[in-house]
């Protein structure tokens, strides 16, 4: 995720992509620069050198994309889990990201917390945007793919459908199998 995400160089290999990407950490309180949304938002678009007079529209859009209008002026360090997340998308999405990178967006989220983040996933894929998962907590996000990636020891070891892999043993992989001794299906897994 790193290198797609630019932040780190390829040992070997290149990776390209036709769209700028944006990564969202597993603890967002690291990328949360800015006292408020507002001004947490604004950061990068100042540093790309985005024109003052823009700056106030982009971060508006960003907030009401990510439904953090309400809490735009709110302390940021304030805000909930899920909000906090957000705000992160929010921070790449107002530097124009198309392909989203999220790590472990479930960490340490509660019910409500991941309900909210798949939220927003839907919306952004509903937006055109690349969302690019990357979980342990497949019981979360499944239902919302439409490509499934296995990497095992370093190796991509899967490459299919959400259904594919729910066929495939996937302890084989390390991987707990969401649907495993259940009567449940894919679509039982939306949060």
């Not at 990636?149 to 390390?174: H, M, Q, R, Y």
């Not at 001794?181 to 939306?190: A, C, F, I, P, V």
Request: with cysteine; net charge negative.
């Amino acid at each position: 995720m790193s290198i797609i995400a630019g932040l780190e160089e390829p040992t070997s290999g290149n990776v390209k992509t036709n769209a700028r990407v944006g990564l969202v950490f597993q603890e967002p309180d690291t990328q949360i620069l800015g006292e408020t949304p507002r001004e947490d938002i604004a950061f990068g678009p100042k540093n790309m050198g985005a024109k003052k007079k823009d700056i106030s529209a982009i971060v508006d859009t960003a907030l009401l994309e990510t439904g953090l209008e309400q809490r735009a002026d709110f302390p940021a360090r304030s805000l909930s889990g899920g909000e906090k997340r957000r705000l992160a998308t929010a921070g790449v999405l107002a530097m124009t990201a198309e392909i989203i990178i999220f790590d472990e967006p479930y960490a340490n989220m509660d019910f409500p917390g991941v309900v909210q983040v798949n939220s927003l996933f839907k919306k952004l894929i509903a937006d055109g945007k690349t969302v690019l998962i990357l979980t342990h907590e497949l019981e979360k996000c499944l239902a919302l793919a439409n490509r499934f990636i296995v990497l095992f020891k370093g190796k991509k070891v899967f490459d299919g459908s959400p259904s594919e892999a729910l066929s495939c043993n996937l302890e084989t992989w390390g991987i707990h199998h969401p649907l495993r001794k259940t009567e449940r299906e894919l679509g039982d897994l939306l949060w």
